[in-house]
């Protein structure tokens, strides 16, 4: 079946790093987009990035643009979220998500991980 498992979150300083992964099973990683969400507490959900099955085109929401960093090793069927100047309003759990197709243009998705809680405090 398919399994979405999200690593990498925890604690971190504001102005610091974190890398999120997700490593995928049970499905071709390579034929979907994959994006990942992000839910802070009391708030709803927030598209954060998406990358395309290949890895040709990326999304980045405003809030996290020029900071954050998807990619993708097919081979290895992870996605990463590179996180640097990190501030408190990033602090949520963050998901992953594979789409129904190749682009994350309009995209619906089928499955999610458990997500990952990042908190950013000093």
């Known amino acids: 079946q398919v399994q979405l498992v999200e690593s990498g979150g925890g604690l971190a300083q504001p102005g610091g790093s974190l890398r999120l992964s997700c490593a995928a099973s049970?499905?071709?990683?390579?034929?979907?987009?994959m994006s990942w969400a992000r839910q802070a507490p009391g708030k709803g959900l927030e598209w954060v990035s998406g990358?395309?099955?290949?890895?040709?085109?990326?999304y980045y929401a405003d809030s996290v643009k020029g900071r954050f960093t998807i990619s993708r090793d097919n081979a290895k069927n992870t996605v990463y979220l590179q996180m640097n100047s990190l501030k408190p309003e990033d602090t949520a759990l963050y998901y992953c998500?594979?789409?129904?197709?190749?682009?994350?243009?309009?995209?619906?998705?089928?499955?999610w991980g458990q997500g990952t809680q990042v908190t950013v405090s000093s």
């Open positions: 998500a594979k789409a129904l197709t190749p682009s994350y243009y309009y995209a619906m998705y089928d499955y």
């Open positions: 049970g499905f071709t990683f390579s034929s979907y987009a």
């Open positions: 990358i395309y099955s290949d890895g040709s085109d990326t």
